[in-house]
C-alpha cells in the first residue's frame, strides 16, 4: 500500500491505495486542478493539496485518518456527480473518476 497526504480546510488526512494505482489517483487530481476552474458553476467543490506520496505511515496524532482509497474516490465521484453544471463537459472529468472507482471496486472484490 501507499499514502497520499492531503491537505484540505478540514485538515491532513492519508488516503492508501495499492501502489499500483497510487499514479491514477495522483493524475486524476492533477486533471481536476487543471480544469476546475473551467467549470461555469459558482460553488465548485474543494480540492485537497497533495503533500505527500509515503510508502509508509506511522501516525503519531489520533486526529489523522486513514481513508481507504475507494471511499476517497466514491466521493469525488458524488461531489462531482452532483454539480448542476451547464456549459462544461463534465461528464469527462465524471468518466475518469469513475473508471478508478470502478477499478479499485474490482480490486476490493478480488480481496474478498
Known amino acids: 500500500m501507499r499514502y ?29 486542478y487543471k480544469e476546475i476552474d473551467k467549470l461555469t458553476i459558482t460553488e465548485r467543490p474543494e ?3 497533495v ?3 509515503c ?27 452532483a454539480l448542476q ?3 462544461y463537459p463534465l461528464i469527462s472529468l465524471l468518466t475518469e473518476i469513475r473508471a478508478l472507482q470502478a477499478q479499485l471496486e474490482y480490486l476490493h472484490e478480488e480481496e474478498e
Open 4 to 32: 497520499l497526504l492531503l491537505q484540505s480546510s478540514d485538515g491532513l488526512q492519508f488516503v492508501s491505495l495499492p501502489e499500483s494505482h497510487m499514479y491514477q489517483l495522483i493524475a486524476l487530481l492533477k486533471r481536476l
Open 47 to 49: 480540492l485537497p493539496t
Open 51 to 53: 503533500l505527500a506520496d
Open 55 to 81: 510508502a509508509d505511515v506511522e501516525r503519531l496524532e489520533s486526529g489523522l485518518s486513514i481513508v481507504d482509497g475507494l471511499e476517497y474516490v466514491s466521493g469525488l465521484e458524488r461531489r462531482f456527480a
Open 85 to 87: 453544471e451547464t456549459e
